[in-house]
């Protein structure tokens, strides 16, 4: 008698667990591919070809037992990180040293409403983004399993811990900062809100733009020249920007002939509206490079901050001398970040009360900006260290050796408390206390509150040329003036040269930890909403929380 040979894997044959490993990390975690698809006829025929011995898994099984054990595996190892790590820029525990703030609402309503002037037409009856996704309820056979436990469809708020609550309220004031790039946006929003000037010529390149989009010959007469215009979005306005830029970067008369050739001679464009086009880029240009720079995630952010203030002013008070049709715009630029980034330039001597223009805001952050972190950080960092002062146009020579020797007193005392806590668990407390009272006497009675942070000893209203202490160890000032002294330009030289710099070190470690925006989290949104799309609308509460993290921490898996 002939004994069949086994037509399956075991669960516990390698090649099995690989090949599950693989469909659930690469397909459904990496390539967001919906879990239904291993019901799917036509990805079982696909299975069987690769290993007709494989078992193909169910979706039960990957929602009850796959996911919920990688999950936990995955949590395991980000506690493991998270504790050994000497500093967390966003945590709920002793270590928390800095919270970005994000409001949801505030995003949309900033984003929305940041078009450039006359691209309103570009967007009507735009149907590009609903494409993909345009599903009846009859074609849903794609969606999601729901668990058996009766637990609502809906996703519900799920109420925080009272200890995390009263831990934030406590310490809200002293860790707050804005988001960078959200702040910078609303004052790109207060300045096209002031070009009118530019209406004509922008409302042109919104019709040229758009119908790039409609016209495949108008698209094929772009493929012979090389050029192409990029689709703008409307929750970006530097997308619009560079679907401006692409336009601009057209020869004019070539462009013209185009359109000519095409029957569209009404959307030529004269030398007049080049010229207020190049004006209007040379305006907007730094900020779409400051935008994109602060939010990047796998470099330092922080101490990107300082130095773009000041050379974004600096750059428009040059273009303002320059400038002849859109002036008014470039006023407003200036005026919006004088007022929403006042409390920095108020460190530079730099006069913010002498607005052109009056911005409304109902939620100023000029204080918030006046935190020394955004002074300290860019001196700790390679790549710009007092360089980024002392090319300043905008600071007098008296100015730049008094703002250095208030960032080197600042970076002394920082490292003083960093020791202090590091010898004395509870003295952070006793310090702010002593500290916080002994300065009463200098802070007006309305900024108070206003002006706590991490470091109250730095508060920017208490910015004085203070004597170096005798428990200065000097170990910190040769340290200091070595640093200066490096040719390397790279922003983590500290951190590859720690042994030779410890004080500096760790001192950098602490303040260069906190990103400069809440781009980070937006993407763990935005992966949210990959997953969350029409037809898999009845994806469980459960699943999508454990989804988006396992697709937001994938390196640890």
């Known amino acids: 008698m ?51 011995m494989y078992s193909l898994l169910t979706r039960r099984q990957i929602t ?56 309103e037409s570009y967007f009507e009856n735009d149907e590009y983004d609903n494409e993909e996704y345009d599903l009846t309820q009859d074609e849903n056979d794609d969606c999601e399993e729901i668990s058996d436990d009766n637990s609502d469809d809906k996703f519900q708020l799920v109420p925080l811990d009272e200890n995390i609550i009263q831990c934030v309220s406590e310490n809200l004031e002293l860790l707050c900062l804005p988001c960078f790039a959200y702040t910078l946006q609303l004052v790109v929003n207060d300045g096209i809100k002031h070009a009118s000037n530019a209406n004509a010529a922008l409302a042109k390149v919104a019709k040229i733009a758009k119908f790039s989009h409609s016209s495949i010959l108008f698209a094929e007469e772009l493929e012979n020249l090389k050029k192409t215009i990029p689709r703008a979005t409307k929750c970006r306005w530097n997308s619009q920007f560079l679907t401006v830029v692409a336009v601009s970067d057209i020869p004019l008369k070539t462009l013209n002939d185009v359109l000519i050739k095409l029957d569209k001679k009404e959307l030529c464009i004269t030398e007049k509206n080049k010229e207020v086009l ?14 994109v720079l602060t939010q990047a995630d796998q470099t330092v952010t922080i101490s990107m901050v300082g130095p773009i203030l000041l050379n974004l002013l ?77 090319d300043c146009t905008l600071l007098s020579d008296v100015t730049k050796t008094n703002i250095i020797s208030t960032i080197k007193q600042c970076l002394i005392e920082a490292s003083i408390k960093l020791n202090s806590q590091n010898k ?134």
């Not at 936990?72 to 000497?86: F, G, I, S």
């Not at 505030?106 to 691209?119: E, R, T």
């Not at 909403?529 to 469980?540: A, I, N, Q, T």
Request: aromatic residues 8%; charged residues 25%; positive net charge.
């Open 424 to 557: 004395f668990d509870n003295a952070d407390v006793e310090i702010i206390t002593e500290e916080a009272r002994s300065d009463d006497s200098n802070i007006p009675t309305s900024d108070k509150e206003k002006k706590k942070n991490i470091f109250p000893t730095l508060a920017s209203v208490s910015f004085k040329k203070a004597k170096v202490d005798n428990a200065t160890p000097k170990s910190f000032l040769d340290e200091l003036d070595g640093f200066l002294k490096e040719d390397n330009m790279t922003h983590n030289f500290i951190f590859k040269n720690a042994s030779s710099y410890q004080s500096l070190y760790h001192l950098a470690r602490k303040i260069m930890c906190a990103p400069a925006t809440s781009a980070l989290i937006e993407r763990v949104f935005s992966q949210s909403g990959l997953l969350m799309r029409p037809h898999r609308s009845k994806f469980s509460q459960v699943n999508i929380c454990i989804l988006t993290s396992l697709k937001c921490n994938k390196t640890l898996l």
């Open 278 to 291: 190049d004006e209007l880029l040379a305006l907007l240009y730094l900020f779409n490079e400051a935008t």
């Open 2 to 52: 002939i004994k069949e040979k086994t037509s399956k894997y075991l669960s516990t044959d390698l090649r099995q667990v690989k090949l599950t490993e693989s469909i659930v990390k690469d397909l459904i975690i990496e390539c967001g591919l919906p879990i239904s698809l291993v019901d799917q006829d036509g990805f079982n025929s696909f299975m069987a070809t690769v290993d007709p």
């Open 314 to 390: 600096s750059d428009l008070e040059l273009e303002r001398k320059k400038s002849e049709r859109v002036y008014l715009m470039c006023d407003a630029l200036i005026s919006s970040l004088k007022t929403r980034f006042g409390g920095f330039y108020k460190h530079f001597s730099i006069e913010t009360d002498n607005c052109k223009v009056k911005i409304n805001t109902n939620a100023n952050t000029s204080c918030l900006y006046g935190d020394p972190i955004f002074l300290m950080s860019a001196v700790v960092d390679g790549r710009f260290k007092f360089q980024w002062i002392n």
């Open 64 to 119: 009850r037992d796959k996911l919920p054990k990688l999950h936990d595996r995955m949590t395991m190892k980000l506690k493991a990180l998270c504790n050994n790590a000497e500093y967390v820029s966003v945590t709920l525990d002793k270590k928390l040293v800095r919270l970005i703030t994000d409001n949801a609402s505030n995003n949309l309503k900033a984003f929305n409403h940041i078009l450039l002037p006359c691209f």
